[in-house]
Antibody, heavy 119, light 107 residues
Framework: QGHLVQSGAEVRKPGASVKVSCRAS????????FSWVRQAPGQGLEWMGWISPSTNNKHYVKKFQGRLIMTTDTSTSTAYMELRSLRSDDAAIYYC????????????WGQGTLVTVSS | DIQMTQSPSSVSASVGDRVTITCRASQAISSWLAWYQHKPGKAPKLLIY???SLQSGVPSRFSGSGSGTDFTLTISNLQPEDFAIYYC?????????FGGGTKVEIK
């Protein structure tokens, strides 16, 4: 089973950007797609979007379009999520999640990255 | 978008109990449903996929059923390590969506 390790906690001011990384190991990186999921304080899980490392196809939730950029680097087996124009309600734990085979459920997750947005 | 509604939002139970959590989709999703367990400070864990398939390594006391719009997660013989929040997730179409979660608490 794959192992995903995310970058550390970040603190940003409103209007700034944040980029979170997710390094994969233990499997062939291009064989599994990724999604990014976030959890705001006291809230449930929110799916943000999907990226395929093999095709570079992507899909973003409408509410994030224009602010969200997902990329992958196959040379380092790393997925990235960049969120721009941060607002206070973007404060959350952000998770990368590996898709199980060609499905759209997630069999391996990163440990989460806490993003704090505060002036 | 497909809305996922879980019930109850919380349940109190004792070790050894049987717990049932329900998830309803706003439109038919066939068997495109997964269940996750989430503990504070940890990553979510896939328990069930395709509505009733047990993910490798997950104890057999977890089971899932249903298709179409109505789904159930059952935890038989509840263990201390099972106290957590459980989420359903529809995998039928983008945007993928989660239920609001069900907190399983110690009675």
């Amino acid at each position: 089973q794959g192992h995903l390790v995310q970058s550390g906690a970040e603190v940003r001011k409103p209007g700034a950007s944040v980029k979170v990384s997710c390094r994969a190991s233990g499997y062939t990186f291009t064989n599994h797609d990724f999604s990014w999921v976030r959890q705001a304080p006291g809230q449930g899980l929110e799916w943000m979007g999907w990226i395929s490392p093999s095709t570079n196809n992507k899909h973003y939730v409408k509410k994030f379009q224009g602010r969200l950029i997902m990329t992958t680097d196959t040379s380092t087996s790393t997925a990235y999520m960049e969120l721009r124009s941060l607002r206070s309600d973007d404060a959350a734990i952000y998770y990368c999640a590996r898709h199980r085979e060609s499905d759209t459920w997630f069999d391996s997750w990163g440990q989460g990255t806490l993003v704090t947005v505060s002036s | 978008d497909i809305q996922m509604t879980q019930s109850p939002s919380s349940v109190s139970a004792s070790v050894g109990d049987r717990v049932t959590i329900t998830c309803r989709a706003s439109q038919a999703i066939s068997s495109w449903l997964a269940w996750y367990q989430h503990k504070p400070g940890k990553a979510p864990k896939l328990l069930i996929y395709a509505a009733s398939s047990l993910q490798s390594g997950v104890p057999s006391r977890f089971s899932g059923s249903g298709s179409g719009t109505d789904f159930t997660l059952t935890i038989s013989n509840l263990q201390p390590e099972d106290f957590a929040i459980y989420y359903c997730q529809q995998a039928r179409s983008f945007p993928l969506t989660f239920g609001g979660g069900t907190k399983v608490e110690i009675k």
